[in-house]
């Protein structure tokens, strides 16, 4: 049984249904029907369906002649249109956002704390780390002085006398702060340790303008805030250090690390879930100010 060729090729298309066996000169009994093809193919997701109808002709036999007689009728086939993609956008059909002013974010990499009451070390850790100073919580904790021991309680639970936070890590980092056996540590040695660890510009204090720490966020400096545990605002008091520093404490102290500012809302790198957050200005300034403003400014 002799080949056939198409008579024409059709150009611009691309074919998905194809002829079942070779295409024969005339019928035989040996061959078996062709299979009918479908009357209703579906159509790919990105194109049309059109149709044509091939002729055939004998090998050999000039284009110019007629089919013969006893060849098969044309076969209809569906061809599928080439899917032509959508010219990609103009720039006038671009409209880029426009950074609003005030607005900012620093790339500053989200870790959880690693000990239970070390979120002062592990927001550090993160302010150290936007600069690319990379250290683990336990590495920074070990340059801290801790001062382990118990403090002297008065009535309604409340803390007499304490540790010094702002020259030591204060009770047990693996303790509990409601208790407590734990508490924390304030901004002169998260300072100390920033400058010596890569950041020789850092500095803080208490007393910060909001202003202030806006301001630094949108230079792109990321800022250690002191605050409390999920933003609540429990009781805060004061105790006195072993060395007669008064220490407004309170049980569900906590710091922070900030890495971005909008009109309206401050970004939270917040070391106890390891997450990041937007909060409103007027909720962190409200929490804040249990702590007297206390902040550490990486730069």
């Known amino acids: 049984m002799k080949s056939l060729r198409l008579a024409h090729l059709v150009t611009g298309v691309i074919v998905t249904a194809t002829l079942s066996g070779t295409l024969a000169t005339g019928p035989s009994p040996a061959a078996p029907p062709a299979p009918a093809l479908s009357s209703t193919p579906q159509l790919p997701a990105t194109g049309f369906v059109t149709t044509t109808r091939l002729q055939v002709w004998h090998e050999g036999q000039p284009r110019g002649e007629a089919v013969d007689s006893t060849v098969e009728p044309a076969v209809e086939l569906h061809v599928y249109a080439l899917y032509q993609p959508p010219a ?9 956002w426009v950074v609003p002013a005030g607005y900012r974010t620093v790339g500053v990499p989200v870790y959880q704390q690693a000990m239970t009451l070390d979120c002062e070390t592990s927001a550090l850790r993160m302010g150290l780390a936007a600069y690319g100073h990379y250290y683990s ?19 309604n639970h409340s803390v007499v006398q304490w540790g010094d936070p702002y020259t030591n890590f204060v009770g047990n980092v693996w303790g509990n702060d409601w208790t407590p056996t734990g508490y924390g540590i304030y901004y002169p040695p998260i300072v100390a340790i920033a400058q010596s660890h890569g950041l020789p510009n850092t500095y803080g204090g208490e007393g910060f303008a909001a202003a202030t720490v806006y301001n630094e966020l949108l230079a792109g400096h990321p800022v250690e805030v002191w605050i409390e545990t999920n933003w609540t605002k429990p009781w805060v008091g004061t105790w006195t250090a072993w060395d007669g520093r008064p220490i407004r404490y309170s049980y569900a102290e906590h710091a922070v690390t900030l890495s971005g500012v909008s009109a309206t809302q401050v970004r939270v790198n917040d070391p106890l879930h390891g997450t990041q957050y937007w909060v409103s200005k007027w909720l962190f300034e409200s929490v804040w100010a249990d702590f007297d403003n206390m902040a550490v400014v990486f730069r």
């Open 137 to 155: 919580d336990a590495a920074l904790f070990a340059t801290e002085s801790v001062d382990a021991r118990a403090p002297v309680m008065g009535p």
């Open 88 to 96: 990609p956008p103009t720039a006038v059909d671009i409209v880029p």
